[in-house]
């Protein structure tokens, strides 16, 4: 046995605060915190001031109290209404879901703390009425507003459904073609019609002013048919024999029968 072992030594540990690796990770985390608390917590991002232009009947106030609850977010402890956190897709989705009456929104970030919302709200080309409720309906076809029942606007009787405020009641086509039909029976024809009820299968009844009325089909030729009525009521049925009508047929071929009341087709 060796009575003169050489003894052990013990390497010293160097400190964690002269490691290179600790000091440029502490930089990049201080970096980071900085750049993060700039972005999302310091007040020159925070959004101060929301500017609403172009609506009429939607309440500025109303709107107001939306966005700001949808731009108030909370970052573990800390609330934050930064810029950058604002979804503005999502807050125009919102708005349209809670206000019917808009058609258009524009929501957008205004650098450094300010979004401005532009708002096109819907406008009445027709009216529908759905059971005993009557709405507005817009030239998309989606009802926005309920009303009572008013004069100089299209009226359109609708019993298949029930729609909600915000939703497509009728589609934009077959709303175009009954505004279409409305303007040429009552300019070019002289006679107005005083309701269109919507059926199945895109048929349309015309109930007229005079009392009497005339059947179209939406899927077939429209300007046909208008062209049969005006030759039907120009050469076979004067004005002063209207008041007795009952019906004209327009949606076969080339052919527009018609029925005084009480008596057989003609």
Known sequence: MNKYRRPHRYKK????FRSKAFWFSFFIILISSAIFYFIFLSPFFQIKEIRISGNEKVSEGALKE????????????FSSKSIFLADIGQISRDLSRTFPLIGEIKVKREFSNALTVNINERKP??????????????????IFEPVSLEEGLVKILDKQKINNLGEEAISKEKLSQILDIDSKLRLDLKVP??????EADDKLNLVMDEGWQ?????QKDVNWQIIKLGAVLEEKIPPEKRKDLEYIELRFGNFAPYKYKNQSIL
Not at 66 to 77: A, D, H, S, V
Not at 193 to 198: A, G, N, T
């Open 214 to 218: 005339a059947f179209f089909d939406l």
């Open 125 to 142: 080309v027709a009216l529908l009425i759905q059971g005993e409720k009557v709405f507005y309906l817009d030239k998309e076809g989606i």
């Open 13 to 16: 540990k160097k400190s964690i």
């Open 66 to 77: 939306i966005i700001n609850e949808k731009i108030e977010k909370k970052i573990w402890f």
């Open 193 to 198: 019609v005083q309701q269109f009820e919507m």
